[in-house]
């Protein structure tokens, strides 16, 4: 991972905090929890290596600039989690990649 952006961690922190879940840790990457999910997020300031997390789930939070170079490695590298990007831009976010929902039977 490149130099820590650490507006980009507090940014990355209130969204979980705001969308009810428990932030775990400080620094660049943590731990947010809402009943049964936990979710390990990592935040991007450059893209760099991936980290390599345990757990079901994995949340990168990045910067426009970053997301689609961040997204390619992890189609190249498919981690063995669910993963999703979340983009900041200023004071806004948005999900860019969500993992996928639960597939429908016929």
């Given amino acids: 991972m490149g130099p820590v952006n650490m507006q980009l961690v507090e940014q990355a922190r209130s969204i979980f905090a705001e969308l ?3 932030v775990e840790g400080d620094g660049p990457e943590f731990r947010a929890q809402r009943e049964w999910k936990v979710v390990h997020v990592s935040t991007v300031f450059e893209t760099g290596t991936l980290p ?5 789930f994995h949340c990168f ?4 600039g970053d997301v689609d170079e961040l997204e390619a490695k992890l189609k190249r590298t498919s ?22 929902g639960p597939r429908a039977a016929a």
Avoid: K, M
Wanted: hydrophobic share 30%.
């Fill in 79 to 100: 981690p063995d989690y669910e993963w999703a990007i979340i983009v900041v831009d200023g004071d806004e976010y948005q999900v860019e990649r969500a993992p996928p």
């Fill in 20 to 22: 009810g879940y428990t």
């Fill in 61 to 64: 939070v990045a910067q426009p």
């Fill in 52 to 56: 390599s997390a345990s757990g079901d």
